[in-house]
Nanobody, 123 residues
Framework: QVQLVESGGGLVQAGGSLRLSCAAS????????MSWFRQAPEKEREFVAAISSSGGSTVYADSVKGRFTISRDNAKNTVYLQMDSLKPEDTAVYYC????????????????WGQGTQVTVSA
């Protein structure tokens, strides 16, 4: 159905910034809540941020509040994750996912996942 492709990952120094993009194909993007998750080596996947279909509602993990910003441009079928003040502990593969339902809390069920993009933050 909806195909998601992440990009923008790379290597950055601690304190630096990076902007991730998730490009979606398909007709249903604008009606889907979107989210970002990340998974570090040998660790469980963790929630990062989510945004409602209109962009009017967002939710963040405590670990990234004040540093990360999720946004979307429905005209471009793209969701973004602006990451500022990056820390080494932010190092992970970041995944974009379309949420099946979103009520302003952390989404639990998803319809599509991207392939992920690597973010590495050096000390």
């Amino acid at each position: 159905q909806v195909q998601l492709v992440e990009s923008g990952g790379g290597l950055v120094q601690a304190g630096g910034s990076l902007r991730l993009s998730c490009a979606a194909s398909g007709r249903t993007f604008s009606s889907k809540a979107m989210s970002w998750f990340r998974q570090a080596p040998e660790k469980e996947r963790e929630f990062v941020a989510a945004i409602s279909s209109s962009g009017g509602s967002t939710v963040y993990a405590d670990s990234v509040k004040g540093r990360f910003t999720i946004s979307r441009d429905n005209a471009k079928n793209t969701v973004y994750l602006q990451m500022d003040s990056l820390k080494p502990e932010d190092t992970a593969v970041y995944y974009c996912a379309a949420a099946l339902v979103f009520d302003g809390s952390v989404p639990r069920v998803f319809s599509s996942w991207g392939q992920g993009t690597q973010v590495t933050v050096s000390a």
